[in-house]
Nanobody, 115 residues
Framework: QGQLVESGGGLVQAGGSLRLSCAAS????????MGWYRQAAGKQRVLVAS???????NIADSVKGRFTISRDNANNTLYLHMNSLDPEDTAAYYC?????????WGQGTQVTVSS
């Protein structure tokens, strides 16, 4: 059974930066399109960034120009680089396939942006 473990979240001031990491449990990682999702309190989980197996990326309008996604297939790791953070970015962040696989959700990593 594959597993994804997110890390890198924390408390940051508005305008700050964070880099989230998602470690996959095996080499199967390179064979899948991957994405970062976030879920704010009381809201649905949404996809904010995705990357194909070839490295093509797509960024949600809400974070375009501030967030970038990358992957390191040699180390089975997905990244989310977040700049110019805003309190509206406060959420739990998760990685998963695109489209998401229900059984693959991890614990997520919390990002809290203070104003």
């Amino acid at each position: 059974q594959g597993q994804l473990v997110e890390s890198g979240g924390g408390l940051v001031q508005a305008g700050g930066s964070l880099r989230l990491s998602c470690a996959a449990s095996g080499r199967w990682f390179s064979a899948y399109n991957m994405g970062w999702y976030r879920q704010a309190a009381g809201k649905q989980r949404v996809l904010v960034a995705s990357i194909t197996t070839r490295g093509d990326t797509n960024i949600a309008d809400s974070v375009k120009g501030r967030f970038t996604i990358s992957r390191d297939n040699a180390n089975n790791t997905l990244y989310l680089h977040m700049n110019s953070l805003d309190p509206e970015d406060t959420a739990a962040y998760y990685c998963n396939f695109v489209p998401a696989q229900r059984g693959l959700w991890g614990q997520g990593t919390q990002v809290t942006v203070s104003s």
